[in-house]
C-alpha cells in the first residue's frame, strides 16, 4: 500500500470528535460567564453606568476649549462602552489575523470565511462605538436610539454571515480545493478592506437615517424587540446548523463556534429582556457577553493554530527522517551494474514513496555464480525498507557460505519468520546464472521473470512457491534450470510496474511490457531499460506511482 498522505493533527475523522472539542473546563467556564451576571445581581452587584442627574452648580467650570466651541460631553457610560467595544473588534481582528495564517498552513478554508463575520459585525461594533462618543466626522441625532439599533444590525450581520459561511460545509461535508496562494492573499486583503468600507457606510447611514424606535422601556417582557430577530437566528444556528458543521468539519475551531452561541444567546436576552436605557445594568452586562462571544472561537483558532504548527513541524521532523531512511536504502542498492563476460545487466528501482520496499541486487555466491535478485517487501514504510534491509543482509551472508539455491532460500525463509510475525513477507525471485554456460536456476517465491528468446518467443518463468516470511511449511521450492542462449533477455520486474495504472484507471500490465522490451532486444541492457521506463511515463501521464517498482534486465551478449 503507499503511504498515507498526511492529515493535520488539527483536523480528525466525524467519527473521533473528541480529538477537536474544547476541554471541558473551559466549556464549563464559558457556560458559567454566561450565568455569572444574574448570580452577581443577586447579590447586589449592578453593572450599571447609567450617569446621574447633575448637582446643581453655584458657578460654571472654565471652558476647556475656545470660546464659542462647545466640547461634546462623554459619559462615564459611553467611555466603558468603547472600551468594551473596542475590546471585542480587537478580538475579532486578531481572529482573522490567526485564520488566514492557520489557513496558509492547513489550506483549511473554513476559518478565513467563518472569521470574516467577526471582523464585519466587530467593523461595525467599533464605528458606532465611535459615533456614540463623537469620534467620528458625523454626528448622531438620537443616540438613544442609535445604539441600540446598530446593536441589532450589528448582531443580525453576525449570525446571517456564520450561517452563510458554514451552510455550504454542511452541505457538501469536503473541503473546496485551495486556490493559489497569492490569489487567495490578495482576496483576503480586499475582503477587509471592503468589509471595513461596508462597515463604516452601514454606520453612516444608520447615524443619518430616521431609524424606527428600537427601546420600549414599558413593556413588560421585550424592551428590545429588534433583538428578538438574532436571537431567533442564534437559537436556530446552535441547534440546527453549527452541530453538523461541526461534525462535517471537526476542528476545535468549528466546535469553538458552536459554543459560542451560548454567549451570543445570553448577549441577546439580556439585550432583548433586560435592557431599558443605554449603558444600564443588562446594556453592560450584554456587551460583556458579546466579548465572551468573539473570544471563545478566538480561543479555539488558537487550540486549532498551535496544534496545525505542532503537526507542520511533526511532518518537516519526518520528512528529514524519511528522506536519511531513503538514502541509507539507496545506498544498499546496487551503485553499478556488475561487469560479466558475456553479459549486458541493468537496473532499475522507482519507490512510490519516499522509502520502499522493493530492492534488486546481484549477489556473488560461494561456486561463482551470479544470484539475480528482484524482491518486493509487503508495505513501502520505514518498516518494509527495514525488513528489505535485513533481506538484503541475510542473503548476501548465506550466499558466501552456501551454493545450494534451495538450501540458501530455505535458511533466509526461517529467518523471516522469525522476524515478521505475520505482519510483513517479501516476495522474490532470485536467478543463479552461471556466466559461462549460461545456466539458469530459479525460484519464484511468489514473482514470476520472462525470458524473451532471440527468436522473438517468451519463455514464462513461474513463481514455484508462496512468499517468503509467511508459512513455516511451505519451504521455498526450485524450479529446474533453463538456458540463456546468445541474443536472449532474461527480465524480472515486480508488480507494481505491470499494476502501474493510467489515469483513465487502465493498467500497464505484462503484454505492454514485454511488447516494448521485444521491440528493443537488439538493443543494449541500458536501453532497453531507457525504452520501458519512457514508456511507462508516457502511459502514466502524470499519475501518481501507487507501488514501487523494480525491473531488472539481463542481455547474454556471446
Not at 214 to 236: E, G, Q
Not at 389 to 394: D, E, Q, S, V
Not at 450 to 464: A, E, F, N, P, Q
Request: net charge negative.
Amino acid at each position: 500500500m503507499p503511504q498515507a498522505e498526511f492529515d493535520s493533527i488539527a483536523s480528525a475523522r466525524p467519527d473521533d470528535l473528541s480529538r477537536t472539542m474544547l476541554p471541558k473546563n473551559l466549556v464549563a467556564v464559558v457556560i458559567g460567564l454566561a450565568f455569572l451576571p444574574i448570580i452577581l445581581n443577586g447579590f447586589g452587584i449592578r453593572f450599571s453606568a447609567v450617569s446621574a442627574p447633575a448637582a446643581v452648580q453655584e458657578a460654571p467650570e472654565p471652558p476647556l476649549v475656545a470660546e464659542g466651541v462647545v466640547p461634546p460631553k462623554v459619559s462615564p457610560g459611553a467611555i466603558i462602552h468603547v472600551l468594551l467595544e473596542w475590546t471585542g473588534f480587537m478580538i475579532a481582528l486578531a481572529t482573522v489575523v490567526f485564520a488566514v495564517t492557520h489557513y496558509f498552513i492547513t489550506h483549511d478554508v473554513t476559518t478565513p470565511t467563518i472569521s470574516t463575520a467577526f471582523f464585519f459585525s466587530g467593523m461595525i461594533d467599533a464605528f458606532q462605538s465611535l459615533a456614540g462618543v463623537h469620534l467620528l466626522p458625523f454626528a448622531v441625532e438620537d443616540i438613544n436610539n442609535f445604539l441600540p439599533f446598530t446593536w441589532f444590525v450589528s448582531r443580525l450581520v453576525n449570525v446571517c454571515f456564520l450561517i452563510a459561511g458554514t451552510l455550504p460545509f454542511v452541505w457538501h461535508r469536503v473541503r473546496p480545493a485551495a486556490r493559489r496562494r497569492e490569489r487567495d492573499l490578495r482576496f483576503l486583503i480586499l475582503a477587509g478592506v471592503l468589509f471595513a468600507v461596508m462597515a463604516y457606510v452601514i454606520v453612516y447611514l444608520c447615524a443619518w437615517s430616521n431609524l424606527p424606535q428600537s427601546v420600549y422601556p414599558n413593556w413588560r417582557v421585550v424592551h428590545r424587540p429588534w433583538d428578538l430577530i438574532p436571537l431567533f437566528l442564534y437559537l436556530f444556528a446552535g441547534s440546527v446548523v453549527f452541530p453538523r458543521f461541526y461534525r462535517a468539519q471537526p476542528s476545535l475551531f468549528s466546535h469553538a463556534l458552536f459554543v459560542s452561541v451560548v454567549p451570543n444567546i445570553a448577549a441577546e436576552v439580556y439585550a432583548a429582556f433586560g435592557s431599558v436605557a443605554l449603558y444600564d445594568n443588562n446594556f453592560n452586562i450584554a456587551s460583556f457577553e458579546r466579548i465572551i462571544a468573539y473570544l471563545v472561537p478566538f480561543l479555539g483558532l488558537l487550540l486549532d493554530y498551535r496544534r496545525a504548527y505542532d503537526a507542520d513541524v511533526a511532518l518537516q521532523v519526518t520528512n528529514e527522517k524519511l528522506r536519511v531512511a531513503r538514502d541509507v536504502q539507496q545506498g544498499l542498492l546496487p551503485q553499478s551494474s556488475p561487469e560479466v563476460a558475456g553479459y549486458d545487466i541493468a537496473g532499475h528501482y522507482l519507490p512510490a514513496d519516499m522509502v520502499g520496499g522493493d530492492y534488486y541486487d546481484y549477489v556473488r555466491m560461494a561456486d561463482g555464480r551470479w544470484g539475480i535478485v528482484v524482491a518486493d517487501v509487503s508495505g513501502h514504510e520505514i518498516g518494509a525498507s527495514l525488513l528489505m534491509a535485513k533481506t538484503r543482509a541475510y542473503l548476501r551472508a548465506l550466499a558466501q557460505s552456501d551454493d545450494n539455491l534451495q538450501t540458501l532460500l530455505g535458511r533466509l525463509h526461517d529467518f523471516l519468520i522469525e522476524d515478521t510475525h505475520d505482519k510483513w513477507f517479501v516476495t522474490m525471485f532470485f536467478a543463479a546464472l552461471d556466466p559461462p554456460t549460461g545456466t539458469l536456476e530459479y525460484a519464484g517465491a511468489a514473482q514470476q521473470a520472462h525470458i524473451l528468446r532471440c527468436d522473438g518467443s517468451v519463455t514464462v518463468l513461474k513463481s514455484t512457491s508462496t512468499p517468503l516470511g509467511v508459512f513455516a511449511d511451505h519451504p521455498p521450492r526450485c524450479a529446474p534450470c533453463v538456458d540463456l542462449r546468445v541474443g536472449d533477455v532474461f527480465v524480472a520486474v515486480t508488480d507494481g510496474l505491470v499494476e502501474a495504472k493510467s489515469p483513465a484507471g487502465e493498467q500497464f500490465g505484462q503484454d505492454r511490457m514485454l511488447s516494448v522490451l521485444l521491440e528493443h532486444r537488439e538493443r543494449s541492457a541500458a536501453d532497453m531499460m531507457s525504452a520501458l521506463n519512457q514508456s511507462f511515463r508516457s502511459f502514466c501521464a502524470g499519475a501518481p506511482v501507487i507501488d514501487d517498482l523494480t525491473v531488472v534486465i539481463v542481455r547474454r551478449t556471446g
